[in-house]
T-cell receptor
Framework: ELKVEQNPLFLSMQEGKNYTIYCNYSTTSDRLYWYRQDPGKSLESLFVLLSNGAVKQEGRLMASLDTKARLSTLHITAAVHDLSATYFCAGEETSGSRLTFGEGTQLTVNP | DGGITQSPKYLFRKEGQNVTLSCEQN?????MYWYRQDPGQGLRLIYY???????QKGDIAEGYSVSREKKESFPLTVTSAQKNPTAFYLCASRNRGRDEKLFFGSGTQLSVL
């Protein structure tokens, strides 16, 4: 059974700073997904990482995948207040039928 | 516009009552999913369906039931056997290929009266 762990669970940072959210998973999973959720809202897809070494960037966010280490990272560059949200990573079991989500990282960017 | 529609947005359940949450998609997706989210927590899978007339239990299926009679519809019934139903319920869909991301509906907040 695939298990997904994120850390930190809570992150408070100042505008303009950089930080990284980590996502570890327990068994073989070569698909990793990142989502964003605003309070009271649904989930919005950010990145889909499909292979070892995959790196994707969108604005101030960059995601990467290391399948050998069973680790994905979401790096935030020069944070702005609009990035305040909860970020989830999700791994996909090798059967390809379901995603397992981490607990989420609640990010607060302070002026 | 293509998308996933969940209704109602808010739902209240009386003790002993069954309630049904609606999920409709016009994305022509094969697979559909129901997740439960409790405050400050991640998403837990209730049921999922890969094709019409077939569905599988997720991690927390007890107290819930589903049907998949049409490709575009995947309703979730919260039965009276679910003793702690208060949560935010999210429906999602995607194509069957493993490279496909999940698209989510806007969610239903269920509360107990």
């Amino acid at each position: 059974e695939l298990k997904v762990e994120q850390n930190p669970l809570f992150l408070s940072m100042q505008e303009g700073k950089n930080y990284t959210i980590y996502c570890n998973y327990s068994t073989t999973s070569d698909r990793l997904y990142w989502y964003r959720q605003d309070p009271g809202k649904s989930l919005e897809s950010l990145f889909v990482l499909l292979s070892n070494g995959a790196v994707k960037q969108e604005g101030r966010l960059m995601a990467s995948l290391d399948t050998k280490a069973r680790l994905s990272t979401l790096h935030i560059t020069a944070a702005v207040h609009d990035l305040s949200a909860t970020y989830f990573c999700a791994g996909e079991e090798t059967s390809g039928s379901r995603l397992t989500f981490g607990e989420g990282t609640q990010l607060t960017v302070n002026p | 516009d293509g998308g996933i529609t969940q209704s109602p947005k808010y739902l209240f359940r009386k003790e002993g009552q069954n309630v049904t949450l609606s999920c409709e998609q016009n994305l022509n997706h094969d697979a559909m999913y129901w997740y439960r989210q409790d405050p400050g927590q991640g998403l837990r899978l209730i049921y999922y369906s890969q094709i019409v007339n077939d569905f599988q239990k997720g991690d927390i299926a007890e107290g819930y039931s589903v049907s998949r009679e049409k490709k575009e519809s995947f309703p979730l019934t919260v039965t009276s056997a679910q003793k702690n139903p208060t949560a935010f319920y999210l429906c999602a869909s995607r194509n069957r290929g493993r490279d496909e991301k999940l698209f989510f509906g806007s969610g239903t907040q269920l509360s107990v009266l």
